[in-house]
T-cell receptor, first 110, second 113 residues
Framework: GENVEQHPSTLSVQEGDSAVIKCTYSDSASNYFPWYKQELGKGPQLIIDIRSNVGEKKDQRIAVTLNKTAKHFSLHITETQPEDSAVYFCAARDYNKLIFGAGTRLAVHP | EAGVTQSPTHLIKTRGQQATLRCSPISGHTSVYWYQQALGLGLQFLLWYDEGEERNRGNFPPRFSGRQFPNYSSELNVNALELEDSALYLC????????????FGPGTRLTVT
């Protein structure tokens, strides 16, 4: 089955800096890779996703890149703001279930 | 548009009891997924229901079960509760046409003492 590894587990940046979170997956058949943001006391919120026929996708300050050959994908957040502080999860689709990484706790300091 | 709703918000049970958690999907969504998020860990897939049928289950013992009702809402039942069942239980829903895009509810925090 699919296995997803996520790094780093914690990330601390200054407001305005960029943040990058990386994930690797094991099943070359996986074709959908979402990213979720989870704030304290809330459920995960889908913030961006990418499909295997696309190498990069952007949505304002966030972007995701996918390297199918290397089986890794990354989340890039530019011009970070304090409200970006949260736990971020990557995932890969395995049939109709999502296999999640362990999460990255991002802290953005003013 | 209302999001996925879950009840109760918190649930405290003692070891050996049964817990029932409820989920209402987004209007128009027919699939419901259940995930377990233990403290400090990622989300682990539990169950997937679509059109009233269980379609897939994760690596959890049979005492984790559930069902989906004709209105697509769902229940998760956990029998013979153990201390390690303490976790946040998250429900997500999706449409049949876009099964990848799963939208999560706020979760039910289950504490087993």
């Amino acid at each position: 089955g699919e296995n997803v590894e996520q790094h780093p587990s914690t990330l601390s940046v200054q407001e305005g800096d960029s943040a990058v979170i990386k994930c690797t997956y094991s099943d070359s058949a996986s074709n959908y890779f979402p990213w979720y943001k989870q704030e304290l006391g809330k459920g995960p919120q889908l913030i961006i996703d990418i499909r295997s026929n696309v190498g990069e996708k952007k949505d304002q300050r966030i972007a995701v890149t996918l390297n199918k050959t290397a089986k890794h994908f990354s989340l890039h957040i530019t011009e970070t703001q304090p409200e970006d502080s949260a736990v971020y999860f990557c995932a890969a689709r395995d049939y109709n279930k999502l296999i999640f990484g362990a999460g990255t706790r991002l802290a953005v300091h003013p | 548009e209302a999001g996925v709703t879950q009840s109760p918000t918190h649930l405290i049970k003692t070891r050996g009891q049964q817990a029932t958690l409820r989920c209402s999907p987004i209007s128009g969504h027919t699939s419901v997924y259940w995930y377990q998020q233990a403290l400090g860990l990622g989300l682990q897939f539990l169950l997937w229901y679509d059109e009233g049928e269980e379609r897939n289950r994760g690596n959890f013992p049979p005492r984790f079960s559930g069902r989906q009702f004709p209105n697509y809402s769902s229940e998760l039942n956990v029998n013979a509760l153990e201390l390690e069942d303490s976790a946040l239980y998250l429900c997500a829903s999706s449409t049949r046409l876009a099964p990848n895009e799963q939208y999560f509810g706020p979760g039910t925090r289950l504490t087993v003492t």
